[in-house]
Every structure is written in structure tokens, then in C-alpha cells.
């Protein structure tokens, strides 16, 4: 599910962002994110957790404040796809950090499942003949940089997991988000234009890609290890493709079908599930 709803985000930036702005995007993205998880907390009735503002800070700059930035301006210059593509690359972040964390070991198994899923994400996109002009670098080199903040920030939402619920954890990222990107929306309010389809795009990736999504995607790190809690960045390109393909009008290659075999090989690797492991009888 994660997969899905991430894959179809940046659909939603490449509609969005050349409209309202990445600096106004980002900010009306963040505020629909903090105002779903406020209801919901609401609803659960769940406290806030005021008191560690402090270690969530960094938190909401590196997972939501920088990386919702970063994507929306690569959005302006990048194929969704190609974004997409470099989206995986936090998994492989994220799992060397986790490392040096000592939060997970670093095994030949989980380096290969990295590599294949590189390998089927690149069959999936299949990625044409882009010139390498300075903006199309420094768009993939943003991409990279918000990929490697997701990875690096992961292991350490994994240990707040453990003494913050998720809800409130989400919730308080999110607040503290959107006062460091308050600024940037103001300087870019004036030049955005507020179309009904940018302002659902922006609508479908605050509440549900980024306040909904996020919120599960802490509950996975809660449950899980960080790398197998991002291992649904593997599958982002194979979704990407396929709504760009459904509601776009995009082609589809063959190489989506064995690009996606690999893919699920690789979150398998990653996973640290044992393939050679008999089924039990019933």
C-alpha cells in the first residue's frame, strides 16, 4: 500500500509543482499533512508528545521538511519516473546507516537484495536518453540527497518508536515541518497559481501520501527493522510507472515485468526472508 500511495506522489508533484511552486508545494503539502494527523489524534485521543520537540526536530528537517523540497524542485526538471528511480536509493542509505547504528548487520544477502533491486527499478523506468545538462544533474543529485535524508533519518525514528507512539511521533514531525518550511511558502505564495487539479494533487499528496502514509510508515518501524520499514521504496518505480501508464497515458516496456520480478527478489534479500525455506505442511 505504501508502495502505491508513494509511487503516485510524484505523479502528483509533476502536476503540482510547476503550478504552485516547489517552495508553495511543499508548504501546502505539509500543512494538509499536520492538519490529517491533528484530526486523527483527535479522534484517538492521543497526547502530544511536547516533550521531545527537541529530538523530533531534526526529524521533521530531514524526513519531511528537506526531502518534500527536494522532490518538489526535482519535480519542475525530472521525469516522475527517473525521481522514482532515485527514490529507492534510501533503502541502501538507510540500511548502511542502520549499520553504524547497530541496528542491523551488514550481511552479503541484504547487499546483494540492494544491488537487485537497483537493477530492477532501472528495467522498470528504463531510462531514455536524458542529456546530461546541468539542471538534469542537479535534479538527480536532489533526488539522491532526499533519498539518502529518508534512509539516514529512519534508524533513528526507529529508537524514538520505542519511547513515542507513532501517531504522535507523526503528528509532531509533521507540526514542526511546517514551521520550517512557513518562510519559503511566504516568498512563494505571490508567483504560484491555484488550479483545482494542482490543488487536488497537492491534496492526495498531503493527506494521504504523506499524513496517512507517514503514520503507517512508523508503525512498520515500530514493528520492524528500519531497512525491511523501507523496503517499500523498491516497489515505488513499478507503481510510478503503472499510474503513469493508467491515468497519463504513459507506455508501458516489457521491461516492467522482469524489472518487477527483481524488484520483489530484492525486498525479499533485504527483507531477510529465507528462500530456500520449506513451506510448512497443513
Known sequence: MLSALWGASFMFIRIASPVLGPLVLALLRIGMATA???????????????????????????SVAVPFLLY?????????GYSALLNCTAVLFGYLFSV?????????????????????????????????????????????????????CTPLMKRLTRSINPLALAAGIHVLGLMLVVPGG????????????ALFATAMLGVVASGIAYWVHLRLISHLSPVAALSPAFLVPVFGVTWGAV??????GAGIYLGGALVLLACALVCGVDLRRRPLKP
Open 36 to 62: 490529517t494527523l491533528a484530526l486523527l489524534m483527535a479522534v484517538m485521543r492521543e497526547a502530544w508528545a511536547l516533550h521531545a520537540w527537541r529530538r523530533m526536530l531534526p526529524l521533521a528537517a530531514l
Open 72 to 80: 518538489a524542485w526535482a519535480g519542475l526538471r525530472l521525469p516522475a
Open 100 to 152: 553504524v547504528l547497530k541496528e542491523d548487520q551488514l550481511t552479503p544477502t541484504k547487499l546483494a537484495g540492494c544491488a537487485v533491486g537497483m537493477a530492477g527499478v532501472a528495467m522498470v523506468v528504463r531510462l531514455g536518453p536524458v542529456a546530461p545538462t546541468p539542471d538534469v544533474v542537479l535534479a538527480a543529485s536532489a533526488c539522491v540527497v532526499a533519498a539518502a535524508c529518508y534512509g539516514v
Open 186 to 197: 511566504i516568498v512563494g505564495w505571490p508567483r504560484a497559481t491555484f488550479t483545482p487539479m
Open 247 to 252: 491515468f497519463l497515458n504513459e507506455p508501458l
